[in-house]
């Protein structure tokens, strides 16, 4: 599910370019580790929000950046990862969404930690050319049918999150180092979460 429009994507790099020279830092694609005090971090493709997670955008071959927010309401934890694709290169930039529940934030953490030891000998099959570790959202949800996979007969090792929306699939790929990463900013925005909604019950 597209959730930011190419035009607020840039507007938001915008926006964090004025607050560059105070709070911002230099960015690692390669690091496993997640900063959570840092604001801003300054990429090669621009300021992104945060100490985010560097991916590639497969069905548009660009690159990437993972945010993501954790909102307590009366019905629980809600999960948005979101995919922001920097303007560069001349062409715009986009931005994909992937909203869930805490049982299906929880069950994605769980199956990307997974990934770390998996046997891919003893996956599934996924469709042609991917492996499945496991599905996070079963087709009808807002976000679509949401599943973490290896790409078959790659050395690489590489993780990707698939959205099925619509019945058209988007990837996002990860490196072994990325996935790390993203185990610990998801973690961290869960753990907050649950610690605001606890500070505020009656």
């Given at each position: ?83 922001v694709e920097p303007q560069y290169d001349g062409k715009p930039g986009a931005g994909y969404g992937l909203m869930m529940s805490f049982a299906e934030v929880e069950l994605l953490n769980k199956l990307l930690y997974e990934t770390q030891s998996a ?84």
């Amino acid at each position: 599910m597209r959730v930011l429009q190419k035009i607020s994507v840039s507007a938001i790099l915008i926006v964090l370019g004025l607050y560059l020279p105070v709070q911002a830092q230099n960015f690692d694609p390669n690091s496993t580790e997640f900063d959570p005090d840092k604001q801003f971090s300054i990429t090669k493709y621009g300021a992104i929000l945060g100490d985010p997670v560097q991916l590639e955008v497969i069905s548009s071959q660009r690159v990437g950046f993972t945010v993501v927010t954790v909102t307590p309401t009366p019905q629980g934890l809600t999960t948005m990862l979101s995919v922001v694709e920097p303007q560069y290169d001349g062409k715009p930039g986009a931005g994909y969404g992937l909203m869930m529940s805490f049982a299906e934030v929880e069950l994605l953490n769980k199956l990307l930690y997974e990934t770390q030891s998996a046997d891919l000998t003893e996956l599934e099959p996924f469709g042609d050319n991917h492996l499945l570790v496991g599905h996070v959202t079963e087709k009808g949800h807002m976000s679509g049918e949401v599943s973490v996979l290896f790409e078959k007969n790659s050395d690489a090792k590489a993780v990707r999150i698939v959205q099925i929306l619509g019945g058209t699939p988007t990837l996002f790929e990860f490196t072994p180092n990325g996935i790390e990463k993203l185990i610990k900013q998801i973690a961290h925005f869960v753990d907050k979460a649950e610690q605001q909604a606890e500070a505020t019950k009656l």
